[in-house]
């Protein structure tokens, strides 16, 4: 489910960034084209900081019960 997520939002700001570029070379409309791109941009960031492998999350959930087995009497 987690990949048909990142996959729509990855069609959907390509899909932004091909409207801003229509909006700014055919219609001249500046800001909206500038306002597109931008959300387009942040929306790709975010799938790129969804997919990096080895996160806090990881980390976090990693060394939680790492730090249970270390501190556990007799062991």
């Not at 219609?27 to 084209?33: E, I, K, L, M, P």
């Not at 806090?56 to 501190?71: H, R």
């Amino acid at each position: 489910m987690f990949d048909l997520i990142l996959s729509i939002t990855v069609l959907a700001a390509f899909a932004l960034m091909g409207g801003a570029w229509y909006l700014w070379k055919k219609r001249g409309q500046d800001r909206q084209a500038m306002l597109m791109a931008i959300l387009s941009l942040v929306m790709l960031a975010n799938v790129l900081v969804w997919t990096i492998p080895g996160g806090p999350l990881e980390e976090t959930a990693g060394s939680g019960a790492d730090a249970a087995n270390d501190t556990a009497p007799g062991g």
